[in-house]
């Protein structure tokens, strides 16, 4: 599943393609009546949500989830067979909508319902507002919680998934199952740097025109090495801080990765 940085990757190919342009048709009739003689004024991203703000109000708002891809193609071509949502632009363009495992979704949200559901969201982890003291105070509040499940949880920070997770305790040399009440001030401050440092360094990494949404896909055995991780589907490889092997765990039916022996519980 694309997360933060993928889902930003996606939203800046999108954004010079698609802002100023009209939708003049759209395949699914639940949605042509909302979109069809719009403009898309920008391409947003918040939390894993791309956001196509409109014209005269409202946003066209799309979650990827598993297996969800947004390209751009021209609209002359006929779209693949795993298209669920096409949209007809101005400029002999399409907006297409893959999603081979269906999981995906795109809805129109007029603002109030749109503020309603970012409110929701946690913080963004790469905005400066994501200070130390912020997750502080926001471990405090979910004290008895265990850090994996709560890095996953979208209303705690927004955008980080199974692969960054596992990336960001093992950078922060956290068990995931350690409780956020018990972490002490220098264990917090590794979190957060790890927060900040994983996400970030993954956004940097790939800043190509083209999105690697076709290389990320479903994030299937192999995507540990396309994406340069340290430990996610690395188990049985040896620990690149301390050479012991990764080991692969179960953590709220997810699958986890991590060196038992620099992330002791
Ligand atoms: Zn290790």
Known sequence: MPELPEVEHIVRYLRPRLTGRRIEAVSVAALARPLVGRTIRDVARRAKLVLLPLDRGGTLVVHLKLTGKLWVRPAAEPPGRHARLVLRLSGEDALVLEDARRLGWARV??????????????????????????????????????????????????????????????????????????????????LHAAIKRVLGRALAARTAEVPD????????????????????????????????????????????YLCARCQAE
């Open 109 to 190: 949200h007029d603002d109030a319902a749109l503020a309603a559901a970012l409110a929701r969201l946690g913080p963004e982890p790469l905005e400066p507002a994501f200070d130390l003291a912020a997750l502080r105070a926001r471990l405090h509040a979910r004290r008895r919680s265990r850090l994996k499940p709560l890095l996953l949880d979208p209303a705690f920070v927004a955008g980080i998934g199974n692969i960054y997770a596992d990336e960001v305790l093992f950078a922060a040399r956290l068990h995931p199952l350690a409780r956020a009440g018990d972490l002490a001030p220098p264990a917090a401050r590794r």
């Open 213 to 256: 949404q076709e290389r990320v896909g479903a994030g299937g055995r192999g995507a540990a090495r396309r994406l340069d991780l340290a430990v996610f589907q690395k188990d049985g490889q040896p620990c690149p801080r301390c050479r012991a092997a990764l080991v692969r765990t179960v953590v709220q039916g997810r699958g986890t």
